[in-house]
């Protein structure tokens, strides 16, 4: 295996962090970034009376305002609305909120005087929301930025979806249509974002091909897209993936920002991964060549950093599979140092049974170390 690193895939790409960035951009280039209304919302739909934001596509967006009273009229509120409870974020600005996926398909139901399952056909399921914001001046081609986003998975959505993303452009979208806009986004995570309780940063750097002038956020429905239930008990199923969007900003790249917030799930370059047997922590001997050949690289390339993330399946509780999780990722941070890699160039972290890749209580795919180039410092010519 000869390991290459396509720029263009590191710089197209996403990272996401628990609480957000440490601070925002110094110049933010997104016009009313506030998401500042020119009067207070107070219905559905109303993203298009602030100045600079509005919808992408045949779609309503919704404004929450922090002006609004929460004792009359929640619809519009900060933190309870009627999509439910969350805080500003720590800028204390208002938010938007979309639909990022309506699934509207009928559920199985049984025929009691045949005792059989009716399959029926799926509906629709092509009804999604985008948010579209200004920039203040056009990029540069050639010059690369940094975007970012704040995501919250709202208390009543019953769905919870992968492939949020950011498109940027030259001319504002405008279709006239209410359903998933099939232009291909510069940014997108196909890790399905399901943080009710946290606002979840989405970050990425962009080379920029000259001229875009609009920044569209939503959903980009492609065949990696996942949808997943995540309606609480005793709550009614509104089969939205409804998610508040904050903090939207675009501004001068800056190689190494200022990260205070734990690393959630890193969609730059992944390097390998690598499975783990049952309750264990001990490397299989059959990864131990391509774990050879990533250590080789990262010892040539001194000035990059890595992320180490390890995972559990769904066997057993919290309290067991946290803690195996740590030890899978320590196992592969000394097996990788033992081969002349720099501890300091190496971080680790354990997220138990979070982020499966199968839905399946046991599966040797989820018990697994992934291993991320997670900075952009220069790569050496391979």
Not at 155 to 161: E, I, N
Request: aromatic share 12%; hydrophobic share 35%; proline share 3%.
């Amino acid at each position: 295996m000869k390991i290459k690193v396509d720029k263009n895939k590191i710089i197209y790409t996403l990272a996401f962090f628990v609480c957000g960035l440490g601070s925002t951009f110094s110049q933010n280039l997104v016009s009313n970034t506030t998401m500042d209304a020119k009067c207070i919302p107070t219905g559905y739909g109303e993203i298009i009376k602030t100045e600079s934001w509005t919808n992408a596509n045949g779609g309503t967006v919704d404004l929450f305002d922090k002006k609004k009273s929460n004792k009359c009229h929640k619809v519009n509120a900060i933190p309870s609305n009627y999509m439910g409870y969350q805080p500003a974020t720590a800028s204390g600005e208002n938010y938007a909120g979309i639909i990022a996926y309506y699934d509207d398909g009928s559920n199985n139901s049984t025929d009691s005087a045949n005792n059989a399952v009716l399959h029926l056909k799926d509906g629709y399921k092509k009804y999604s929301e985008y948010l579209q914001g200004e920039l203040a001046e056009p990029l540069i081609a050639g010059k690369t930025y940094q975007v970012s986003f704040k995501v919250n998975l709202a208390d009543k959505s019953g769905r919870a979806v992968s492939c949020l993303g950011a498109l940027l452009t030259s001319t504002k979208v405008e279709q006239q249509s209410n359903s998933f806009i099939s232009q291909k986004p510069q940014f997108i995570s196909h890790r399905i974002i399901s943080d009710s309780l946290n606002w979840v940063t989405m970050y990425g750097a962009y080379i920029a091909a000259g001229g875009e002038k609009f920044i569209t956020i939503g959903c980009f429905k492609d065949e990696n897209f996942q949808a997943i239930k995540t309606v609480k008990p005793l709550q009614n199923d509104s089969r939205k993936a409804y998610y508040y969007i904050a903090d939207v900003s675009v501004g001068p790249y800056v190689a190494k920002p200022d990260m205070d917030a734990v690393v959630f799930g890193v969609d730059y370059v992944e390097l390998m991964d690598l499975h783990f047997d049952n309750a264990s922590a001990t490397i299989d001997p059959k990864f131990y060549n391509e774990l050879d050949e990533v250590a080789s690289w990262m010892v040539k390339n001194p000035g990059l950093s890595f992320f180490i993330a390890g995972y559990t399946d769904k066997t057993g509780s919290d309290v067991i599979n946290d803690p195996l999780s740590v030890d899978r990722a320590k196992a592969v941070k000394k097996y990788l140092i033992s081969k002349g890699v720099k501890e300091s160039n190496l971080v680790t972290e354990g997220f138990g049974s979070s982020n499966p890749l199968v839905y399946k209580t046991k599966s040797r795919r989820n018990r697994r170390v992934e291993i991320y180039l997670y900075t952009l410092d220069t790569v050496s010519k391979l």
